[in-house]
Nanobody, 122 residues
Framework: VQLQASGGGLVQAGGSLRLSCAAS????????MSWFRRAPGKEREFVAA????????LYVDSVKGRFTISRDNAKNTVYLQMNSLTPEDTAVYYC????????????????WGQGTLVTVSS
């Protein structure tokens, strides 16, 4: 499975962006998909995850109520809608996928996209 993240860019505080992660391969619909991010000078952290059918979602506390993860299995794509962005959301965002159970642990993820940069100006 190959993952291609896109949709990053420069946005003002309070604005919105939608990230997309397109996957190759026929097994996408059975995979858990997640977004992680690495802010400047910080470790990569979990942001959000979604189960194979979209029924279960997890979020890090700092994005709850602002970010929404979703997926379209017919298009082999997972999305991250980001609203009310703050400068603290500035990071490279990575999508990741794995078969099996929903998890926040980076080490559990097998497939990774290349990252897309989100910059939020104050």
């Amino acid at each position: 499975v190959q993952l291609q993240a896109s949709g990053g860019g420069l946005v003002q505080a309070g604005g919105s962006l939608r990230l997309s992660c397109a996957a190759s391969g026929r097994t996408f619909s059975s995979y858990v998909m997640s977004w992680f991010r690495r802010a400047p000078g910080k470790e990569r952290e979990f942001v959000a995850a979604i189960g194979w059918n979209g029924g279960t979602k997890l979020y890090v506390d700092s994005v709850k109520g602002r970010f929404t993860i979703s997926r379209d299995n017919a298009k082999n794509t997972v999305y991250l809608q980001m609203n009310s962005l703050t400068p603290e959301d500035t990071a490279v965002y990575y999508c990741a996928g794995r078969p099996g159970a929903l998890t926040k642990l980076q080490s559990d993820y097998v497939y990774w996209g290349q990252g897309t940069l989100v910059t939020v100006s104050s």
